[in-house]
């Protein structure tokens, strides 16, 4: 399925249409641009979260919450949220006697990706499968909403949905958790308790660092900006990456191994990421005339722009003669390998080391942190997954989102999540 | 301690040189930013941390002893 070939949604009629990667990353990093489209989604649900401020109040709430995401901030999600929670998924499935599995592979990616979301905007109650599938219900309702510009359906419709949703998530999740957050928080002003002693989430930092003309709104807005951005995107993405996976297994028999090796899989990921961007465009809004230093266009202000990321990503004279095809050999020198699907500047995605994990060499008594998208993979291929059915694009939006993949795993779930645990060393050395 | 950033990744987002602007600098014109250090004094350890944890690009990395 080709992810360039979608319909144009009404959204971008009559917007600026700009492909070359280079003038997209300039118009993502400049201040001439403001967000635009989304407009009913981020009123009704992103109200004075990150996502919607700017300047210096952006980047005060920016520096706040990204102690959310440090190297021990990334660790402890892997380890007791991630992790955890991808053995849960898979000890539970049907296995028979011969150690294979049967299951559709985007529920699962929702059901793998649960725990750490709530973990880090700090929700508590997402135990059982009857809480967690009530958890990821709320969730897609509330992410269907807020991206409503891209939907094909009534967007009258789908807010309401989502507003319904959201109050069922304040009252069933939010309020619980924040109170007793806010509990802990007074045991640690009393001297109860010490400051280390409170929970590293979302939740918990903004309600102790709380200013006087915040109130709870705020923190279930942001609440709801990290939910959706954490849970919604990856559960998008990772679908893509396996089949991509597959495909490439199927091309390079020799190299099987390498499908358990994390750091083939960490460059994999980027590369999948680069290709295949479920939203159709970004849009921005020109709010200063300005003449673009990559291509020399010249913008006026009021200019609305669609800034499609897919085509982009694939720009030859950026990603080599071959930028079409998923690589994970690539070396792209100058740019960042995942192409601009983060975003740009100082808006880039907030979560994106979550995605990502951690960059560079790591400093001396520190392991890399592993991303989402690459701990998931290990676990999956340690099982030999494989697609037995044909996979179904989700309707009734603009959006590049499977819905359905049958998959079948092979193997002992327990040991290959111990080993994805290992960050797979075990097997990359035997093998 | 040592920092240094990563002029692929650098976008000139500016939050390295607000946290401290002992430690970095953005140069005029359209390069990445630079450190100004080699090696960071034990206040700035801190700073610089705090600089690669914000960084929305990725961009500053710390490496050495913590």
């Known amino acids: ?431 | 301690m040592k920092v240094k950033v990563d002029a692929r990744l650098c976008e000139r987002t500016g939050f390295c040189v607000q946290v401290s602007d002992a430690v970095f600098e953005l140069p005029e014109g359209s390069g990445p930013a630079r450190v100004l250090t080699d090696e960071l004094a034990p206040s700035q350890e801190e700073l610089a941390i705090e600089a690669m944890e914000l960084c929305p690009t990725q961009a500053v990395i710390v490496e050495g002893n913590r």
């Open chain 1, 1 to 431: 399925m080709d992810a360039l070939a979608r319909d144009e949604p009404p959204v971008v009629a009559g917007a600026m249409n700009l492909t070359d990667h280079d003038e997209i990353a300039e118009v993502l990093k400049s201040s001439a641009f403001a967000q635009a489209g989304l407009p009913k989604g981020v009123e009704s649900f992103l109200k004075n979260s990150l996502f919607a401020l700017h300047g210096q109040e952006h980047f005060e709430r920016r520096r706040l919450e990204s102690k959310l995401f440090g190297y021990e901030a990334l660790r402890g999600y892997r380890e007791t949220a991630l992790q955890p929670s991808i053995r849960r998924c898979l000890e539970v499935l049907e296995w028979d006697a011969s150690g294979v599995a049967h299951t559709d592979l985007v529920p699962l990616t929702w059901k793998m990706l649960h725990q750490i979301s709530a973990t880090v905007v700090g929700l508590d109650g997402v135990e059982s499968e009857s809480q967690t599938a009530r958890f990821i219900e709320l969730v897609q309702a509330i992410g269907s909403a807020v991206v409503v510009d891209w939907s094909k359906g009534s967007a009258d419709d789908l807010i309401a949905q989502g507003l319904a949703a959201r109050r069922a998530l304040e009252e069933e999740f939010f309020r619980p958790s924040l109170e007793r957050r806010m509990g802990l928080i007074a045991e640690v002003t009393e001297g109860a308790r010490p400051m280390e002693g409170l929970p590293r989430d979302l939740i918990t930092l903004l309600a102790s660092h709380r200013q006087d003309h915040w109130q709870d709104e705020l923190i279930l807005h942001e609440s709801t900006l990290f939910l959706v951005a954490s849970i919604q995107t990856t559960s998008q993405a990772f679908p893509q990456f396996v089949l991509q996976l597959l495909d490439w297994k199927a091309k390079n028999p020799d190299r099987v191994s390498a499908l358990v090796d994390p750091r083939f899989l960490r460059a994999a990921s980027y590369e999948s990421l680069r290709l295949f961007e479920a939203a159709p465009a970004r849009m921005r809004l020109c709010v200063e005339d300005i003449e673009l230093k990559s291509t020399g266009r010249r913008i006026e202000a009021g200019t609305v722009l669609a800034l499609w990321f897919s085509p982009a990503n694939r720009d030859r004279d950026v990603f080599g003669d071959d930028a079409d095809t998923f690589n994970p050999d690539r070396e792209v020198s100058e740019r960042p390998p995942w192409g601009l699907v983060f975003g740009g500047g100082a808006h880039m995605c907030i979560g994106k080391p979550l995605v990502t994990g951690t960059l560079g060499e790591p400093r001396s008594g520190e392991e890399p942190v592993y991303g989402t998208m690459t701990t998931m993979a290990q676990a999956l291929m340690s099982l030999d997954v494989a697609v037995e059915g044909e996979p179904q694009l989700k309707d009734g939006t603009y959006y590049f989102e499977y819905a359905s993949i049958p998959i079948r795993l092979k193997g002992d779930p327990t040991a290959a999540v111990q080993a994805a645990a290992g960050d797979g060393h075990e097997m990359r050395d035997a093998g």
